[in-house]
C-alpha cells in the first residue's frame, strides 16, 4: 500500500526552528517528485516547496524563501522540511504529497494525513 | 504568488449541476493546461479529482468535469450527491515552476 507519514509536527516559539519528516512507503520514493502543501486552520491549501526525485531541484513559495529548506534522503526513503526563524504565520497542517507520474504539470496523486506546527508568539 | 480566485461557496439540491470558477492570470492558469482541482472533505487530506484542466485520474467519478477559458478554469459536478459536500480548490502550476492554489469552494449540498 502506498504511503506517506508525515511527524515532527508539535508547538515552537516564534524565532525557532523545526523539522519535519515524511516517510514513504509502498512506492519508489526515489523517482518521484514531492512537496510540502500547507493548510493554516480553517484556511486554504498553500504552496510550500518542491524536490525533485534526486534531490537535484528545487523550489519554494516566496513567503518561505530563505527559511525552509526542503531535502530528501532516497536511501531511507524519506523527505524533510527544515524550518528555521518560524513566525506564526507558519501555523498550519503540514502535508507531504507526491507528484503524479502522469501529471506534467505537479499534481498529487498521494498525501500524507498531516502534521501540524504551531508557532506561539 | 496570489491565491487563485474562487467563490468562498457554492450550493445545490441533488441530481443539480454546479459550478466553481478558478481565475488567475497569464502567469499560471492562461499559461499551461495544468490546472487541477482537489475534493477535501473535514479532517482528511485532499484528493485529486481533476488534473491538466479535464483529465481525470483513475477512479475519480465521471460526474466531474474540468474546463477553461482563458485565465479561468472551471469544475463542474454533476448529479450532485450528499456526498460531494465537502471544500474544493484548484491549483495551477505557474510560469515561474511554483505551484498555486486556489482559496478554495465550500459546496453544500442542500
Known amino acids: 500500500q502506498e504511503q506517506l507519514v508525515e511527524s515532527g509536527g508539535g508547538v515552537v516559539q516564534a524565532g525557532r526552528s523545526l523539522r519535519l519528516s515524511c516517510a514513504a512507503s509502498?512506492?519508489?520514493?526515489?523517482?518521484?517528485?514531492v512537496h510540502w502543501v500547507r493548510q493554516a486552520p480553517v484556511k486554504g491549501l498553500e504552496w510550500v516547496a518542491f524536490i525533485s526525485d534526486d534531490g537535484a531541484n528545487t523550489f519554494y513559495a516566496d513567503s518561505v524563501q530563505g527559511r525552509f529548506t526542503i531535502s530528501r534522503d532516497n536511501s531511507n526513503n524519506t523527505l524533510y522540511l527544515h524550518m528555521h526563524s518560524l513566525r506564526p504565520e507558519d501555523t498550519a497542517v503540514y502535508y507531504c504529497a507526491r507528484t503524479a507520474r502522469y501529471c506534467a504539470g505537479d499534481c498529487y496523486d498521494l498525501w500524507g494525513q498531516g502534521t501540524l506546527v504551531t508557532v506561539s508568539s | 504568488q496570489s491565491a487563485l480566485t474562487q467563490p468562498a461557496s457554492v450550493s445545490g439540491s441533488p441530481g443539480q449541476s454546479i459550478t466553481i470558477s478558478c481565475t488567475g492570470t497569464s502567469s499560471d492558469v492562461g499559461y499551461y493546461d495544468y490546472v487541477s482541482w482537489y475534493q477535501q472533505h473535514p479532517g482528511k487530506a485532499p484528493k485529486l479529482m481533476v488534473y491538466?484542466?479535464?483529465n481525470r485520474p483513475l477512479g475519480a467519478s465521471d460526474r466531474f468535469f474540468g474546463s477553461k477559458s482563458g485565465n479561468t478554469a472551471s469544475l463542474t459536478i454533476s448529479g450532485l450527491q450528499a456526498g460531494d459536500e465537502a471544500d474544493y480548490y484548484c491549483?495551477?502550476?505557474?510560469?515561474?515552476?511554483?505551484?498555486?492554489f486556489g482559496g478554495g469552494t465550500k459546496l453544500t449540498v442542500l
Open positions: 491549483s495551477s502550476f505557474t510560469s515561474s515552476n511554483t505551484l498555486v
Open positions: 491538466e484542466v479535464y
Open positions: 509502498g512506492f519508489t520514493f526515489s523517482s518521484s517528485p
